[in-house]
């Protein structure tokens, strides 16, 4: 476990809370919305960290609301512990994409399948290039401008990938 006491989900988790409390709806809604680009969290995820963050004392949960909607608020504690993680050593990333696992596996597939999922792929990354393009420009217009920086990085990875798919063999 890092100096910090939070892996990277429950990071995100305090970090989206500095905006101000939230449920855990609320809280996998906003991080789709900035952070999902790039990095996924699961509603599991969410729900499993957001009660061992209470536990300690990183998050305050406040008065259910309708439907039994739990807010969680960030408390100092959570700050300081967020303040930590955001000044350790990042961890490694790992690179995690379906269609590349696809065509290591390219021996044993006709070139018809590879050539239909690659294509399925391009027209997936050309939408969500698109899609983050209208976002950045709306999120820089606002004044948004780090969480705008990290759509960048998303914009440049499908890029590659498009331009990845454009070369990668089916035969």
Same mark, same amino acid.
């Given at each position: 476990?890092?100096?910090?006491?939070?892996?990277?989900?429950? /990071?995100? =988790?305090?970090?989206?809370?500095h905006d101000?409390?939230m #449920?855990?709806?609320q809280?996998?809604?906003?991080a789709?919305?900035?952070?999902?680009? $790039?990095?996924?969290?699961?509603?599991?995820?969410?729900y499993?960290?957001?009660?061992?963050?209470?536990?300690?004392g990183?998050?305050?949960?406040g @008065?259910?609301?309708?439907? !039994?909607?739990?807010?969680? !608020?960030?408390?100092?504690?959570g700050?300081?512990?967020?303040?930590?993680?955001?000044?350790?050593?990042?961890?490694?990333?790992?690179?995690?994409?379906?269609?590349?696992?696809r065509?290591a596996?390219g021996?044993l597939?006709?070139?018809?399948? =590879?050539?239909?999922?690659?294509a399925?792929? /391009?027209? $997936?990354?050309?939408?969500a290039?698109?899609d983050?393009?209208?976002t950045?420009?709306?999120? @820089?217009r606002?004044?948004?401008?780090f969480?705008? /920086?990290a759509?960048?990085?998303?914009i440049? $990875?499908? @890029? /590659?990938?498009?331009?990845?798919?454009?070369?990668?063999? #089916? @035969?």
């Amino acid at each position: 476990m890092p100096e910090s006491g939070v892996n990277a989900t429950a /990071a995100a =988790l305090l970090g989206l809370l500095h905006d101000g409390p939230m #449920t855990g709806g609320q809280l996998m809604a906003e991080a789709d919305r900035r952070l999902g680009a $790039y990095w996924s969290m699961t509603r599991s995820q969410v729900y499993r960290e957001l009660p061992a963050l209470a536990d300690m004392g990183y998050v305050r949960m406040g @008065k259910p609301g309708p439907r !039994s909607s739990q807010p969680y !608020s960030i408390t100092p504690s959570g700050r300081r512990a967020f303040s930590r993680w955001l000044n350790e050593e990042p961890a490694r990333e790992a690179v995690r994409n379906p269609v590349v696992l696809r065509a290591a596996f390219g021996n044993l597939q006709t070139p018809n399948t =590879l050539a239909s999922a690659y294509a399925e792929a /391009a027209d $997936y990354h050309s939408q969500a290039l698109a899609d983050l393009r209208e976002t950045v420009k709306t999120m @820089k217009r606002d004044g948004d401008t780090f969480t705008a /920086a990290a759509q960048e990085f998303a914009i440049g $990875y499908h @890029k /590659a990938v498009l331009a990845w798919l454009k070369t990668a063999p #089916t @035969k």
